[in-house]
């Protein structure tokens, strides 16, 4: 666990999320981003139409919902405090039921460690820097106490480079127990090593010296190496893609990291006392690697 002024550190320099459109396909990836839950049963409802179960006060339509051995599933098998994982279709509930839907459940059983019994693997869908929060699967959870995983000390023994929180990083999240207030003990960023640094300079190539937040990046990922064949989604697919859009604020030089691989497309916008200016790139996104980019701005009129 890190010590309490490293996450100080990492909130301070928190990106504020402010808006974001993600679609999640349904299938197995392999790429890292599969919507679930692990936790222990709060209710059941088989008589339901659909049928469901809570899990951590979320109800979930289990309708077509398989089992451990890919058979259906046995809605009568499942009991209320019975540790189950359950994979979703997506990160936001069906529009139709206004439930979140289940592709698997499978029984944990007492199998699981204490400190691993409570898992949520989603993208974050708003990061409170002030609160210290993050919000996933429409649950806000206290990330105040939490250990942040994603990059490596360094050589030097420091802590790595404090960690940006942003609206559609795909994370892992070990909670406390299934009881509110919902309390992280670890966050992990999947594909922590992918991202964008970006550098921004002015018109005529100078980089801009500022130390102020008052600059926003725009990114949109185009994600090419994933399936979409019908999960929920707040933007459309095409063609087998998904779309990411990040929005963050940062000063003069910034890492979004956690980022999907694909191809991106930025814009910068910088509101200081000389007035507004943007700027706008575009790169492709390697796994495992942090693309660096230029921007140049050019003063609004």
Do not use: Y
Not at 156 to 167: F, Y
Not at 235 to 252: E, L, Q
Request: with cysteine; proline share 4%.
């Amino acid at each position: 666990m890190r010590g309490m002024a490293f996450k100080l550190m990492i909130f301070c320099s928190l990106l504020v999320a402010t808006a974001f459109a993600v679609q999640f396909a349904v299938a197995d990836n392999g790429d890292g981003t599969d919507v679930s839950i692990k936790a222990p049963i709060d209710a059941v409802n088989c008589a339901g139409v659909p049928p469901t179960v809570t899990i951590l006060g979320l109800s979930v339509d289990i309708s077509q919902a398989v089992g451990e051995d890919g058979g259906v599933l046995d809605c009568a098998s499942l009991l209320v405090g019975e540790v189950v994982e359950v994979k979703l279709a997506g990160d936001v509930p069906n529009t139709t039921t206004g439930l979140l839907t289940a592709l698997k459940v499978e029984t944990e059983g007492d199998g699981c460690e204490e400190d691993d019994c409570v898992e949520i693997e989603a993208p974050i869908q708003a990061a409170d820097p002030v609160g210290q929060t993050i919000t996933v699967l429409g649950l806000t959870i206290d990330v105040s106490s939490a250990e942040i995983d994603g990059d490596d000390d360094g050589e030097d023994g420091q802590p790595p480079a404090p960690l940006q929180l942003i609206a559609g990083q795909f994370v892992e999240v070990k909670l406390v127990s299934n009881q509110p207030p919902l309390t992280a003990t670890e966050v992990e960023v999947k594909n922590s090593g992918t991202g964008i640094e970006v550098e921004i300079v002015d018109q005529n190539g100078n980089e801009i010296e500022d130390d102020d937040d008052d600059i926003q990046v725009t990114a949109t990922v185009t994600v090419t190496n994933t399936s979409s064949t019908g999960g929920m989604s707040r933007a459309p697919a095409k063609k087998g893609k998904k779309t990411v859009t990040f929005h963050a604020r940062g000063n003069s030089s910034m890492v979004l990291s956690g980022l999907p691989a694909g191809k991106a497309k930025l814009v910068v916008t910088r509101l200081s006392a000389g007035g507004k200016s943007t700027g706008k790139a575009s790169a492709v996104i390697q796994s495992l690697q942090t693309t660096h980019v230029v921007t140049k701005l050019k003063q609004g009129k």
